[in-house]
């Protein structure tokens, strides 16, 4: 737990010191489309979506993510403001349109200021999933 503590903070320091370094006017490229591979969108969750899973995707979403998502998953974090593009917003109809193995992807891989979070254990990186489920329409 401590560890994906230090992690967090350090993805923020990082986005932070990006703003800092590179100044507010400093040019931003525009990324392309994140899309995942093919056969990465056709995984499916190995996780029943119940309550246990989903409680264990926000235990994850706490400790890893709420920085730049928020509490509510809306984006809207402390370190959000510094990262162009911003954080997806997991409660909107774009993300939740995504299968459940492309944001399994997208989480696992990260992008940008997105970091990877692959050294999470499988099952918490699918219990993560649960909850960004859970927040459809909220």
Request: hydrophobic fraction near 45%.
């Amino acid at each position: 737990m401590r560890k994906a503590l230090k992690q967090t903070a350090a993805v923020a320091a990082f986005a932070t010191g990006v703003v800092v370094a590179l100044g507010p006017s400093a040019p931003v490229r525009a990324q392309g489309a994140w899309e995942a591979p093919a056969a990465e969108k056709a995984k499916k969750n190995p996780l029943p979506a119940n309550a246990a899973s989903v409680a264990q995707g926000k235990k994850v979403a706490d400790v890893n993510c709420v920085s730049c998502h928020g509490a509510k998953g809306k984006g809207d974090g402390a370190a959000a403001a510094a990262i162009n593009p911003k954080p997806a917003d997991w409660t909107s109809k774009k993300v939740q349109a995504e299968s459940d193995g492309e944001i399994f992807w997208k989480l696992s891989n990260g992008r940008g200021a997105m970091p990877p979070w692959k050294f999470l254990p499988e099952n918490d990186r699918w219990a993560l999933v649960n909850y960004i489920r859970s927040l459809a329409g909220k």
